[in-house]
C-alpha cells in the first residue's frame, strides 16, 4: 500500500495506491466520502467488468456510461453526461466517481468539473496508463475536431484510487500503453523506471508508485503548467499530433513511445544530447513493446498537425526536449525542417538489436 499526498492551491488530497481497494464498499463510504449520491461514471467496456459491482458495493450510486474509445471524448459526449446526471439526481453534495482509463477519467473529470458549475471527483483508474497519468495532476479535458485536449479544466478532485488488483484484466496491449508513460517518467526523474525488471504486472504496486510520485512532485511544483509540469509532455507534442493523422487508429500509448524517440532524436539533432541517449531511449521503447517507427505516416501530415498543439506560444510549437537522462529542457524555436527530417528518418525499419535500457 501507498498513499501519496498531493498539496496545491486550493487545499491537497490523497492517491490511495492499494490491492482490492474497491472491493469493500464501507470503507469507500466512509473513509473517501461515497456514502452519499454518487454518479459511477465508466465507459460501456469497464460497466461489464467492474462498474456494476462497484456500483452495488456503494450505499447510493447509480451507473453513468460512455462509449469507448478517443472519438467519444467530445463534447457531445459530455453534453449527454449532464443529461444523465439530472436524471440520476446528481446535486452538488453529491459526487461524480470517474472508473477507467484515460478517456473515462478525462471526460467525467471534465463533465463533473463543469456540472453545476462543479461537483466533487474522486477519480479510480483502471488502466496503468491512467493510474500513472490520466488521474494525477487535476487536469481534465475533451478532444474537438481541431486537436486534442483543446477544451478542459484544472480541477482537483478529492482522491485518487488506484486498485492495483484491476490491473489483473488489463489487456496485454493496454500494459504496453501504460508503460509508455512509465518510461517518459524514468527519462524525466527517475531511472529505475526504466529498468526492465520493474516492468511486469507482479511489481505493479512499486512500479504505480513510483511513476506517480514522479508526476506528483512535478505538479506540486507548477500546477498550473506554467514551467517544470510541461516536461510531463515530453513526447507528446509528436504524439498528440500522430494520433489526430492516424485519426486515433494510434492509441495514446503507442503514439507516445514513438513521440518519446522523435523527441529524443530532436534533441541529438539540435546539438543538446550525444547519439548515445537516443539509442537508449529507442531502445527502452523497443523492449516495452512500443513501436519506434512511424510506419509510412507523413512528415508534412505529422508537421500540419502540430500547428493546434494547445502548447504552442506566440505562434511556435513547444517541444520538451533532452540534454541528458533527467535533465529536460523547453525549446520554444525549433526549425520546421529539422522536425521534418527526423520524422522522415524514422519511416525505415530498424534493425532489432539486443541493446539495454
Request: net charge negative.
Amino acid at each position: 500500500m501507498a498513499r501519496i499526498p498531493v498539496k496545491g492551491p486550493g487545499g491537497g488530497y490523497d492517491i490511495v495506491i492499494e490491492a482490492g481497494l474497491l472491493q469493500d464498499g464501507e470503507r469507500l463510504a466512509s473513509e473517501f466520502c461515497l456514502a452519499n449520491r454518487v454518479a459511477v461514471g465508466t465507459t460501456d467496456t469497464i460497466a461489464g467488468m467492474h462498474g456494476h459491482a462497484l456500483t452495488r458495493r456503494l450505499p447510493d450510486a447509480v451507473l453513468v456510461t460512455m462509449p469507448d474509445g478517443e472519438k467519444h471524448k467530445s463534447l457531445k459526449t459530455v453534453s449527454q453526461m449532464y443529461s444523465d446526471f439530472v436524471a440520476a439526481g446528481l446535486d452538488r453534495q453529491g459526487t461524480v466517481l470517474a472508473l477507467g482509463g484515460g478517456v473515462a477519467c478525462d471526460t467525467f473529470g471534465y463533465a463533473a468539473t463543469t456540472y453545476l458549475r462543479g461537483v466533487r471527483l474522486v477519480m479510480a483508474p483502471t488502466s496503468l496508463l491512467a493510474m500513472v497519468d490520466a488521474s494525477v495532476g487535476g487536469k481534465t479535458g475533451v478532444d474537438i475536431a481541431e486537436g486534442k485536449n483543446l477544451v478542459g479544466t484544472f480541477a482537483r478532485p478529492a482522491a485518487v484510487l488506484i486498485d492495483s488488483d484491476v490491473l489483473e484484466t488489463l489487456p496485454e496491449g493496454e500494459w504496453r500503453n501504460g508503460m509508455a508513460e512509465v518510461l517518459k517518467h524514468g527519462l524525466l526523474a527517475d531511472a529505475q523506471l526504466l529498468d526492465p525488471a520493474l516492468h511486469n504486472r507482479n511489481n505493479a504496486l512499486a512500479l504505480v508508485a513510483r511513476a506517480v510520485q514522479v508526476k506528483v512532485d512535478l505538479v506540486q511544483r507548477d500546477p498550473f503548467e506554467q514551467n517544470v509540469r510541461a516536461w510531463l509532455n515530453l513526447g507528446h507534442t509528436f504524439a498528440h499530433a500522430i494520433e489526430l493523422v492516424s485519426d486515433f487508429r494510434w492509441s495514446h500509448g503507442e503514439a507516445v513511445g514513438v513521440g518519446l524517440v522523435a523527441a529524443a532524436r530532436l534533441s541529438h539533432a539540435m546539438g543538446l544530447c550525444p547519439a548515445a541517449l537516443t539509442d537508449q531511449v529507442e531502445a527502452c521503447v523497443a523492449r516495452a513493446g512500443l513501436p519506434v517507427r512511424l510506419g509510412g505516416m507523413g512528415a508534412e501530415a505529422i508537421c500540419a498537425a502540430m500547428a493546434t498543439d494547445k502548447k504552442r506560444r506566440a505562434g511556435r510549437v513547444r517541444f520538451v526536449l533532452l540534454r541528458a537522462l533527467h535533465d529536460v529542457t523547453l525549446v520554444d524555436d525549433v526549425p520546421m525542417a529539422a522536425v521534418v527530417e527526423v520524422l522522415n528518418g524514422m519511416q525505415e525499419i530498424p534493425v532489432r538489436e539486443e541493446r539495454p535500457c
